[in-house]
């Protein structure tokens, strides 16, 4: 202990003092990074009367920083400091990596180059390899030098790294006094595109830091030009809790700036629903909204409605329930191709057409509109026989009379009627393309009577994605089929003049609504991946790259989990600002929905990376708590059904 505060106060290497400060902390600590509670000859502190003051006062010591926030916040960034350098086999690891990524960017330019596409990267890439650098610029640079005079940059608060890159190129000449201009116009609190590699860190260090020689005279708007004071109130209440105090660069955090109502008070600004139930609730809630527009629609007929969401999947309930009551709606990328039942039915015919003994697809090709066979007929062609294929139970002339036995008259009729374009299917399967293949069969079985005109460009899509993935009319693996269609979206239904909006946050951004309904907002989203190859521009130090852990090392790298923790706070950080965006968007009235568990007499707090989790310790006091009433209904009696 002697040593490491000597250390500490001799000013040496950076090194050592990391090294003392990890002694520090472990006597302070657990090996789980907890505060003790007590010291023994372990930690240095000896037995009998001559230790005994002093551990009294290490006791007394440990008991104050446990309750102390700060150092247990400190603590624990600390625990996840990176290594000080790279071990000999992880030298060797990137040295490997040196050597390995130039060659793996050739191959895939010659990727690019066949294919005829590149991505973001490839694009933003080449054009800072145009310009040069500053000690050896490019002729375009300085053709750009000498006639660029202002610059103005919108929405800068989800800038990547890439941009800024640039846009540090592009003003790497300008000296102050010269006449030229840079403007950045952005919000921080608005910084929600990470998953497209914008990092609200470089506004923040452009704010304090300026952009290469240029310095910037911040200009902080607060007027509120867009909501009624009620939600402006309400919003300074709520976020000025759930954003951090300060700005951290390295985290992501944005402390929070308070707004200033331009508009008068309403009445009914905010409403806080949630219900406490340990079962999911998403059809309860889908139905309270139904109920919650509808009442909206008629005392304001005029008021636009959003209904926000973090992802397209949370809306799923409520586009059911939209479409069971008949409510109007607009919305885009809501529904995969899967979701619509003509791609199911096209689905289930090019699976019957391509393997004959696939008898699910086959009952679903006899069942789909173009034939109609009822399910009693289906059970009593199949009862008999629960091996062989469907097609043969129909043809086999040994059959015949057990057939026209099993099937109605009505079932023998439909059959008949799509018989002639199946076996014309049948016959040309693997002499023409595929596409060709089922979208003949479908002309001809009569699928586009049984669909509506809307949905055809749906279908369109279907055939073109077979053209595309087909192989000598065939297809090598279904599972990558069924993998793009839940890939491709369907056309929005036709909703002219419709009031109601449904869309996730990210596409909300920049608009406004008289009312927003945030549903699910106890929901998760996926947790982020771990990337082979971690790295991350630290705001202070530059690039920090960790190395590749092997295969067979059961040991963690430092640097790769503190990357990771950094990571994982900028993307909570995210959580909150993508929250505030929402509620944002709102200008006479704010719906907030979601769910908790009951936890005896009292409730379980939400997920901690929900949104709702990240406003949860300040919206407690304005909850509106419901919890659904269960009716016991007899089971009834369901023995005659398939």
Known sequence: LAAAVGTLRSGTSFQKQVEAWDVLLGIVCTAQGTVRKTVNRNQGFVAGADGKAMKQRMVALLAGLAENPSFLDA?????????????????????????????????????????????????????????????????????????????????????????????ERLTSGWQPGDGRTLFLVGDPMQSIYRFRQAEVSLFLVAARDGIGSVRLEPLQLRANFRSQKGVVDWVNQIFSHAFP?????????????????????????????????????????????????????????????????????????????LRQRRIAYQGQDLDTLMDRQAIVDLHSLTRALLHPADRISWLAVLRAPWCGMTLADLDNLIRQDRNRPVYELLE???????????????????????????????SWRGRVPLRRLVESTWLALGGP?????EELPDVERYFQLLEKISRNGDLDDFSLLEERLQQLFAQPGSAEGAHLQLMTIHKA????????????????????????????DHPEFGLMLASLRRADSE??????????????????????RLMYVAATRAKHQLYLFGQVKPDGEGTKDPPEESLLGRIWEAVQPHVTWSRPVHTEVEDADTSGLL
Do not use: M
């Not at 700005?247 to 009914?268: F, I």
């Not at 009577?449 to 005109?453: K, L, M, Q, R, S």
């Not at 790769?560 to 990571?567: G, K, W």
């Open 75 to 167: 603590l624990s960034a600390w625990r996840l400091h990176p290594d000080l350098g790279y071990r000999e086999e992880a030298w060797q690891t990137l040295q490997a990596l040196l050597q390995l990524l130039p060659e793996a960017i050739v191959e895939l330019r010659q990727v690019f180059a066949e294919s005829g596409e590149v991505d973001y990267v490839e694009v933003a890439g080449a054009a800072l390899q145009a310009l040069g650098d500053e000690d050896a610029p490019e002729e375009l640079l300085l053709q750009l030098d000498a006639g660029l005079k202002h610059i103005l940059v919108d929405e800068f608060q989800d800038t990547s790294i890439l941009q800024y890159r640039l846009l």
């Open 245 to 321: 105090e300060e700005d951290d660069a390295l985290y992501g955090a944005v402390a929070y700036s308070p707004s200033v109502a331009s508009y008068p008070e309403e009445k009914n600004a905010v409403q806080v629903d949630i219900r406490v139930t340990d079962e999911e609730g998403e059809e309860d809630e889908a139905a309270a909204i139904a109920d919650l527009v509808a009442g909206i629609h008629q005392e304001h007929p005029d008021w636009t409605i959003a209904v926000l969401a973090r992802a397209r999947h949370h809306l799923q309930p409520l586009v059911r329930t």
């Open 396 to 426: 086999s002339q040994a059959a015949q009379g057990e057939l026209f036995d099993s099937l109605s008259e009505d079932g023998r009729a439909r059959w008949q009627r799509i018989r002639p374009a199946i076996e014309q299917a049948l």
């Open 449 to 453: 009577a049984c669909i509506p005109a």
């Open 509 to 536: 951004k920049g608009l406004e609504f008289d009312v927003v309904i945030l549903p699910g907002l106890h929901r998760r989203v996926s947790a982020a991946d771990r990337p082979l190859l971690n790295w991350l």
């Open 555 to 576: 040991t963690g790298d430092a640097t790769y989990e503190a990357i990771q923790a950094i990571q994982r706070e900028r993307d909570r950080q995210e959580t909150t």
